[in-house]
């Protein structure tokens, strides 16, 4: 029986080369740390070994502790960032009473003028004239390090930018808008890690290996014509199960029994679950072109507008990736976070894993 092989991701980068105010030590880290990822890590972002390890605890640690105060916070809750500088989640409240509490929790706390709820809602109204946008706006979404949603625009477009939110109804006090020199777009149609052909021809990325099959982008299902599969060595893999885009991007692979899912990376990494890590935590994936990159999460919630068409609820990072990386896997410390979906000259975004699980009904196979 044949094991089926997958694209290889690094787990988790560090944004700062300093020495990081950590809460806990490196070996606490080290349970966390996909090993191979290491060199990824210290050539993208500077760090040493012991310097990675303890990036990685603190940052599992602030992460736990900022799941459990979003929860104990309700509508009170402004977001949830990670500080690099003190190793600390940094928690935003709405109601400066609240301050006390985030502290003794052992967080940071930033008393702020808009909750998650209404930021999430400004995102919505955005969405909701979508199809009236113009096309300089390339996306949209929450900021919580700045309580603010952040509009991206090409160059020179500030004011359309403006006027699109104007239209839409947002609150545009809450609003912070940024030019970029390029568009999104896709990476289709390539080479990435361990690949998987559609059609005989289109090749895309196989992303995490879940009951059945894997995940991967859905944009390579539904620009190709969703062909059969066939694996890295030609051999007979399967077929899509289902998919969505645009609107969102992810697609569920069946493979026939040539092919045994297993829970890693095509390096060996092991995936140990799917907890979302937080906003300013560092984040690394693989890709056949740009290999292993590394970089933080910079936003959540982002609503990216393709020529292909539009995509919703993805996350924002400052790894690097190119066409042949589409499909890829994002994974911070040794947990799943998302499928490499497309980018510009400096970012790229990525589809939550977990949405893609629970809209495809499938399970994680986990390491």
């Known amino acids: ?37 290491v060199p990824a890590m210290q050539r993208d972002l500077g760090l040493t070994h012991s310097q990675a390890l303890a990036r990685l605890a603190a ?4 992460t736990k502790v900022g799941q459990s105060l979003q929860q104990s916070l309700g509508d009170k809750f402004g977001g949830l960032s990670f500080d690099a500088a003190t190793g600390k989640a940094r928690v935003a409240v709405t109601d400066a009473a609240l301050v006390g509490k985030v502290r ?23 969405n909701a004239g979508e199809k009236s946008a113009p096309q ?43 030019e970029t020199a390029a568009a999104p777009r896709l990476h289709y ?5 361990d690949a998987y052909y ?23 299902a539904a620009l190709t014509g969703a062909g059969p599969l066939t694996g890295y060595n030609r051999v007979a893999m399967g077929s899509f199960s289902s998919y969505r885009f645009p609107g969102s991007d992810y697609a569920y692979a069946r493979v026939n029994s040539n092919w045994t ?27 056949s072109t740009t290999g292993w990159t590394c970089g933080t999460i910079r936003a959540k919630n982002q609503t990216v507008r393709y020529p292909e068409g539009t995509v919703t609820g993805m996350v924002l990072t400052n790894a690097r990736s190119d066409h042949g990386d589409s499909g890829g896997s994002f994974i911070s410390g040794n947990q799943a976070q998302g499928l490499l979906s497309g980018g510009d000259t400096v970012n790229t975004y990525y589809f939550p894993v977990t949405t893609a699980l629970s809209a495809t009904g499938t399970t994680l196979v986990r390491g």
């Open 261 to 287: 899912p297993v829970g890693q990376i095509n390096n060996g990494t092991r995936v140990s679950g799917s907890t979302a890590a937080a906003v300013g935590a560092s984040v690394c994936k693989s890709g």
């Open 104 to 126: 003794a929790a052992g967080a940071e706390a930033q008393v702020v003028r808009f909750s998650e709820q209404q930021l999430d809602s400004s995102v919505a109204k955005l």
């Open 1 to 37: 029986m044949k094991i089926i092989r997958f694209l290889g991701v690094a787990a988790v980068a560090a944004a700062t080369a300093g020495t990081m105010a950590a809460v806990t030590s490196p070996a606490a880290g080290a349970a966390l740390l996909n090993p191979d990822m």
């Open 136 to 178: 300089a706006v390339t996306s949209w979404g929450v900021d919580p390090a700045a309580n603010r949603v952040t509009i991206t625009v090409l160059k020179g477009q500030r004011a359309t930018a403006e006027n699109f939110a104007k239209q839409s109804g947002v609150d545009t006090s809450s609003l912070e808008v940024t």
């Open 198 to 220: 559609i059609g005989g021809s289109s090749r895309c990325s196989v992303g995490f290996s879940v009951n059945g099959g894997f995940l991967t982008a859905g944009h390579c």
């Open 59 to 62: 940052e599992d640690s602030a």
């Open 189 to 193: 149609n390539v080479l990435g890690g």
